[in-house]
């Protein structure tokens, strides 16, 4: 492996605007090359499932096999056509917004003569200005892909002599936009290039082969060592050599690092979906999160908390921008940091913040909720948030992805990989960053006592095993989905941090299980949701706990008004909460304990009813239509 010596670049601002998912894998070495593609290929499927494809470099030239549809459809194909033996190719499996998901736009494309083949993550802005000019050159073209048009400019300059890798240069040189390129030639034997710009691309280093891929996930199985590569860089793969320039040649200093998980991590390990393989992780991935947070002398750490505490001290307003589930995390968050720290917190939805051109002074602090880190509405905010001069934390689940990379400060969960479209270890674990943040912030500033903030942690650590608790009474949750799937309206409600609860339970519904589903704050019932009530409609109330006397028994109120008319309340509420239980028609109790934190508990059952419904309904749990787990497009 050869590295050269320059910082990846983190630069701020520097790519397109619109990127969108998919997932690419390239591979080189002494393997059956269909195997390592079509495997990685499979655990990527969840970043785009409209079509797939693979080209192989075999001893007749490139071979290239593509469907539209699922993974499965492209495997069907291989078997009644088997390809040829190959140790050098490429795939890539797609989430179309360019292009409908046809045989014809699927990836790989191959250039004029088909000596070059390539897959492509991203949007050529200035595609159309490059194929009217490579038309009038006499270049035909089969798809209508964006992606066709750079590899007939690839092929052009290969054929004129170039290496693919000066020949991929050249051609970046030509393309606007956001893009991530890998590519084989004929005549380079053994050699893998790519480039990227913007959308992830990370090098599986091993012995005697080498891999690349948008997600680790798909090499894992062969190796742990990784290099992730910087914005603007390309790399050559070769059996025993790894070469980072960036895109004017100079050598890049890379960053190469070991993954801390392994292949039963990426695999579902018994479970019919992911999702509920990653629902039941959840003790592990929040006590992992809490891992070493207090250091010997009681001091809460984040070790990756680079913003010096005179900068901290300072901040007097924070904005947390996310998206989905992520940013019903940071409705949560705003209670408990404004609770600990007196800060004011203001939550945004990502792809809303910067167009209503929002107040950022260099006091503002703004949080980043992403658990893939590449999310695009979140990544854009950040931007924005930084050219205004704003300290950026990202609180994030994967490691080396672009948000953090582009933030001052990283607070990793360490969920492990969450592949199910449907977020749910990715959500709890988000939370406790949340409120480890909180209590840092509170400790920075003084506003809590050393004791008080070391309690929280406490009570924070005793949660996977109230969180277990959950799981192993899931009887009634089950039956109740059981018992629903004639449904087509669900309602939730909540108060306080179970107003987000509550909306997080409606967006599991209605991603997974198409239902119609929504969240409410149970004060606003009143004020119009309630016209919605209407005999044996289901609906979820989750309840806070009884210490906080006024909130809980207007929440008593609210599920009365909603029986009164008809609704069938299935209560979510501390378990010996008679007054909660008395007007359910089913109750799910919880484990004792402090308001802030029952969002962790509550969702549980909430994530299972979803999985369970979608699971009788027959739907894809994992890959629900027209949802993809990466959003890389704004
Ligand atoms: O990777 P991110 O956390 O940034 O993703 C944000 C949302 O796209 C994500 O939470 C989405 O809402 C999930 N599918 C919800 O389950």
Known sequence: MSCGVVPSPVTPGSSGTVMFMCGI??????RDAQTVIISGLKRMEYRGYDSAGIALVTSQGIDVRKKSGKLVNLEKELQ????ASSHQGIGHTRWATHGGPTDQNAHPHLGQTGRVALVHNGIIENFATLKAELAKQAATFTSDTDTEVVAVLLE???ASGQSLLDAMRATVGRLEGAFTLVAVDTD?????VAARRSSPLVVGVGQGENFLASDVASFIEYTREAIELGQDQIVELTPSSVTVTSFDGTPAVTRPYH???DLSAAEKGGYDWFMRKEIFEQPKAVADTLLGRINADGQLTLDEMRIDTAQLRSVDKIIVVACGTAYHAGLIAKYAIEHWTRIPVEVEIASEFRYRDPIITRTTMVVTISQSGETADTLMAIRHAREQHAKVVSICNTNGATIPRESDAVIYTHAGPEIGVASTKGFTTQLIACYLLGLYLAQVKGT???DEIVAQVRELEALPAKMDEVLHDLEATLALARDMLSEHTVLFLGRHVGFPVALEGALKLKEISYLHAEGFAAGELKHGPIALIEEGLPVFVVVPPQG???????MVSNIQEVRARGART???AERGDDLAEEFADTFLPLPVVPTLFQPVLAVLPLQVFSCEIATLKGYDVDQPRNLAKSVTVE
Request: glycine share 8%.
């Open 80 to 83: 009644a056509h088997p390809m």
């Open 570 to 572: 299935i209560v979510l």
């Open 25 to 30: 894998i390239g591979y080189v070495g002494e």
């Open 548 to 554: 906080r006397d006024q909130l809980h028994d207007k």
């Open 448 to 450: 809590k006592f050393g």
């Open 156 to 158: 052009r300059e290969v």
């Open 259 to 261: 993954i801390d998980w």
């Open 188 to 192: 380079s034997p053994d050699t893998v």
